[in-house]
Nanobody, 122 residues
Framework: QLQLVESGGGLVQPGGSLRLSCAASGFTLHYYAIGWFRQAPGKEREGVSCISRSNSIYADSVKGRFTISRDIAENTVYLQMNSLKSEDTAVYYC?????????????????WGQGTQVTVSS
């Protein structure tokens, strides 16, 4: 059974850092794209970043502050978030889709985790 479990969220002050993890089970990351998405209260879900065997991309709002990476051996994708701002506050979700090419934030993702809360506040 394919499963994604996010962790690493929490409360952090503006300017601080967090690293989110997306642990995958039931499938091998090598053949899948993983996307990170977030949803703030009262707002639509937005794509943050995605990674595949061919590329990684970022939303303009996080470019230069967030870094996505994957550890094939650990079957885990990470999202390193630096210089956090209050507007980064949201529930962050990771999602997976079988893919051999370039990932995109606009493509459909079939599998989703349960989410982890990130709160940036002083």
């Amino acid at each position: 059974q394919l499963q994604l479990v996010e962790s690493g969220g929490g409360l952090v002050q503006p300017g601080g850092s967090l690293r989110l993890s997306c642990a995958a089970s039931g499938f091998t990351l090598h053949y899948y794209a993983i996307g990170w998405f977030r949803q703030a209260p009262g707002k639509e879900r937005e794509g943050v970043s995605c990674i595949s065997r061919s590329n990684s991309i970022y939303a303009d709002s996080v470019k230069g502050r967030f870094t996505i990476s994957r550890d094939i051996a650990e079957n885990t994708v990470y999202l390193q978030m630096n210089s956090l701002k209050s507007e980064d506050t949201a529930v962050y979700y990771c999602a997976a889709e079988r893919l051999y090419g370039l990932c995109a934030l606009s493509m459909p993702y079939s599998y989703w985790g349960q989410g982890t809360q990130v709160t940036v506040s002083s």
